[in-house]
Nanobody, 120 residues
């Protein structure tokens, strides 16, 4: 099992930046990819970004955040980051990180989430 704890959310104004962190513990050696997802009120959880956790650094982004958000990792600290720049009100959501253990399985092991609120 992998345990994940997100942090770094807050209330900011449109155009501001935030950096989220996700600290992983447990069987992190079994993780293939780490991802960030978000869920706004009344909406389903959606993919934001992901990064290869093992030997590579391949990253993936949703079209809505590409060019504004950057996902990165520090394997030595077992931590994944999401740098969010030029935030928009529509980025307001609870942000979760998840771990993908097998390539043909969805992300899981969700943390408790961290609230990001962007005011206009």
């Amino acid at each position: 099992q992998v345990q994940l704890v997100e942090s770094g959310g807050g209330l900011v104004q449109a155009g501001d930046s935030l950096r989220l962190s996700c600290a992983a513990s447990g069987r992190t050696f079994s993780v293939i990819n780490m991802g960030w997802f978000r869920q706004a009120p009344g909406k389903e959880r959606e993919f934001v970004a992901a990064i290869n956790w093992g030997g590579g650094d391949t990253t993936y982004y949703a079209d809505s955040v590409r060019g504004r958000f950057t996902v990165s990792k520090d394997n030595a600290k077992n931590t994944v980051y999401l740098q969010m720049n030029r935030l928009k009100p529509e980025d307001t959501a609870v942000y979760y990180c998840g771990a993908q253990v097998f390539a043909n399985q969805p992300f899981g092991s969700w943390g408790q989430g961290t609230q990001v609120t962007v005011s206009s």
